[in-house]
């Protein structure tokens, strides 16, 4: 039987109990490492971003770990964390875990306002390159044919769809024309320590994770998150896609960390217990598999005929499409595993069945 996500987050540890960081300050979760939470205008109503005290080419300052997207509120946010956080020293880097907007969003601004430089894995900047410049999966023609080959049917949330082929630059209106590449081992001195890229797949193109040894500190970005489960999709630019072994085998990566390793996630609170919530993970997708398994056994499902199977509760327009990829990486994997076949109907829809 299937623990409940209570049980599940009784199994974790949270070091800071429910302290958060107030409204345009941090919060010190280890030495020179400092914690920021902004608002989201999402279901998902936050996101945990990073101060590292640092110092480079003699100068000593700050290196932020992502943006947050780009609007008037969290500029205002930024400039409050500018004015009583840094201790008057400069933000001297920014590093960006991966190119989703509520983590590259304001990279533009805060490398411009600071004078200072990306850092990010070169997939990513492609992407987000690309995005801020048309669109990269969340709206417009394409992503509107593609889900509507995997089985939504709605019209009028396909004509919302084509309508938001300007989504991912509303949030990411730009991104910097410079970068220096992150890739996985890459050792990065920041403050006197060293920080290993690590790298993962499924959710984003080439997510990076830091970890410092020195420090027992893991910033996972969406890849390893405590409560919710990193949203694993298939896009339209990656129409086959098998991104859930891709996510699934990326996990294996943070398997050799210590135990008691401090884990900093985007969303949600610092916890320790990675080993016990990489295998979480496991167990809830592997749980999602049986399910859709299940559905598929008894019809030839589409992406939008397991979505009741997946996600049992409600879901508006913006949640529809998350969910659409994330069914969709479900099938692919079974498909990929050679458990189901795949076929186009006559309405060009694809339908899995098991073999």
């Known amino acids: 039987m299937s623990l409940s996500r209570e049980q599940l987050e009784a199994q974790l540890h949270y070091p800071l109990g429910d302290t958060l960081p107030a409204s345009g300050r941090s919060l010190e979760v280890a030495p020179g490492v400092r914690w920021i939470r902004m608002a989201l205008p999402f279901a998902l109503d ?69 004078n200072c430089r990306l850092w990010v894995s070169a997939t990513d900047y492609a992407m987000a390159r690309l995005g801020s410049q048309s669109t990269t999966g969340f709206g417009g023609e394409a992503a509107a044919d593609f889900f509507a080959a995997n089985g939504l049917s709605n019209p009028e949330s396909l004509a919302k769809i084509r309508g938001r082929a300007s989504y991912y630059p509303s949030l990411v209106p730009s991104v910097p024309n410079e970068y220096h590449r992150l890739y996985d081992g890459l050792q990065v001195p920041i403050g006197g320590h060293r920080w290993r ?42 129409p086959e896609a098998d991104s859930l072994t891709l996510f699934l085998d990326s996990l294996e990566k943070y398997l050799p960390l210590p135990a008691d390793t401090l884990v900093l996630p985007s969303h949600g609170k610092p916890f320790t217990g990675l080993h016990e919530r990489i295998q979480q993970l496991k167990d809830h997708h592997r749980d999602r598999l049986d399910e859709v398994m299940q559905a598929c056994s008894e019809k030839p499902c589409s992406g939008a005929d397991v979505l009741p199977v997946l996600f049992p509760r409600a879901l508006d327009l913006h949640q529809t499409t998350f969910a659409m990829g994330e069914a969709v990486a479900h099938l692919h994997w079974l498909w990929m595993a050679g458990e189901l076949r795949r076929a186009r109907d006559a309405q060009g829809v694809w339908r899995f069945s098991a073999r």
């Open 46 to 114: 936050h996101i945990n971003l990073w101060l590292l005290r640092d110092e480079i080419d003699g100068q000593q300052g700050w290196t932020v770990v992502d943006c947050c997207i780009a609007r008037d509120e969290a500029k205002a946010q930024w400039e409050a964390i500018f004015a009583n956080e840094l201790q008057g020293l400069p933000v001297l880097r920014v590093i960006v875990t991966h190119m989703h907007p509520d983590h590259i969003g304001l990279a533009d601004w805060l490398c411009q306002r600071w």
């Open 197 to 238: 890229c690590i790298s993962g797949y499924g959710h984003a193109p080439e997510h990076m994770a830091l970890h410092c040894e020195e420090l027992g500190v893991l910033i996972s970005g969406d890849m390893v998150l405590p409560r919710i489960s990193t949203n694993v999709s298939v896009y339209d630019q990656e």
